[in-house]
């Protein structure tokens, strides 16, 4: 059984610069392993935004790498090729690896690279029960409609960045993958955060997705929906500390 464990993510409303739109913040310091983040279906660097803020002090930078889908507008690769420009963008490892929403299953692919050392999924979306577009537009308003509504500007920058088609394309390639077969073969720590609010990440699909990585684990985040990189960004940097943590080398305090 995956271990279970309740995160408090306080209460976060300031706002926020926006990230840089690009792989690669300049960052003053280097920490190993580092945090490499595939972003959510249409967001971009900006989704991190907040997250970034709260990893300055001690430093723990946060790389977003973007794809065709997902920050770009560009034609989208089957996945296999998608994973492949995730692994050719790492450095030297060791690697935090973090999916968001849709960019679990590129995340999750991804992983069996060497250099990675932990992967994070936070809000994995496509449970069997949401592969069929009309269910899955229905869960995506209820999930909406509990969210802050002052997330909308961000959101709609974003995806008019990446674009509707580009968006449908990656839709398209990333969600009949089989999330829960492809962690069986992934043997590092793999922690899978939910908000308890998440309505496209369902509870039983996030505790099946912890049970099929041998070394899974379940994190919920209370209060939180389907963005919380966004709208709980310091419960999100509490797990990656956490993560991180754990697979740092002796000596390696993280900043």
Do not use: I
Request: hydrophobic share 45%; net charge positive; glycine share 10%.
């Amino acid at each position: 059984m995956p271990q279970r464990s309740p995160w408090d993510p306080g209460h976060d409303q300031a706002s926020y610069p926006p990230a840089r739109g690009s792989r690669g913040a300049v960052h003053p310091a280097v920490v190993s392993p580092e945090v490499v983040l595939v972003p959510g279906l249409g967001l971009d660097g900006r989704s991190a935004a907040r997250l970034r803020d709260r990893l300055t002090v001690p430093l723990l930078p946060v790389d977003v790498l973007l794809l065709p889908g997902a920050g770009r507008r560009a034609p989208v690769p089957p996945l296999p090729d998608l994973a492949a420009r995730v692994r050719a963008a790492l450095g030297a490892g060791p690697v935090v690896l973090v999916g968001h929403s849709q960019g679990c299953q590129v995340a999750a692919a991804a992983a069996t690279d060497p250099r990675v050392a932990a992967l994070v999924l936070l809000g994995p979306t496509t449970a069997p029960e949401l592969r069929s577009p009309l269910r899955l537009a229905a869960r995506w308003v209820a999930t909406a409609l509990g969210e802050p509504w002052e997330q909308v500007p961000r959101l709609l920058g974003q995806w008019l960045t990446t674009g509707p088609r580009a968006m449908r394309a990656l839709w398209r390639v990333a969600s009949p993958d089989r999330l829960d077969a492809r962690l069986r073969g992934v043997g590092v720590p793999v922690t899978v955060v939910r908000g308890t609010r998440d309505r496209l990440c369902p509870p039983g699909w996030a505790a099946a997705l912890a049970a099929a990585a041998p070394r899974g684990r379940l994190v919920e985040l209370p209060g939180a929906g389907h963005m919380a990189v966004q709208t709980h960004p310091a419960a999100v940097a509490a797990v990656l500390r956490a993560v991180h943590a754990d697979v740092a080398p002796p000596g390696d305090d993280g900043g």
